[in-house]
Nanobody, 115 residues
Framework: QVQLVESGGGLVQPGGSLRLSCAAS????????MAWYRQAPGKQRELVAH???????NYADSVKGRFTISRDNAKNTVYLQMNSLKPEDTAVYYC?????????WGQGAQVTVSS
């Protein structure tokens, strides 16, 4: 069974940084597009960042210049480096793997930005 396991969430002060990791197992990781979504309380899940199998990236306008998505195919892992965090970045962050009609989700990692 495919597994995506997120780690690296936590509590951070405004202006701080966190790095999320998502380790994938039981998939041919290198052919999958990977993405990070987030869902804040009372809001819909939204796309934060996306990286294709070839390494092309795109970001939500709200995080451009602050967040960086990257992948290490040798480690079957995708990362989200989050800098200059704001209280409005508080959410549960989900890892997603997608290939044609296949899509898988991680269990989510809580990120809380608060002083």
């Amino acid at each position: 069974q495919v597994q995506l396991v997120e780690s690296g969430g936590g509590l951070v002060q405004p202006g701080g940084s966190l790095r999320l990791s998502c380790a994938a197992s039981r998939i041919m990781f290198s052919i999958y597009a990977m993405a990070w979504y987030r869902q804040a309380p009372g809001k819909q899940r939204e796309l934060v960042a996306h990286i294709t199998s070839g390494g092309t990236t795109n970001y939500a306008d709200s995080v451009k210049g602050r967040f960086t998505i990257s992948r290490d195919n040798a480690k079957n892992t995708v990362y989200l480096q989050m800098n200059s965090l704001k209280p409005e970045d508080t959410a549960v962050y989900y890892c997603n793997a997608g290939y044609i009609n296949y899509a898988y989700w991680g269990q989510g990692a809580q990120v809380t930005v608060s002083s």
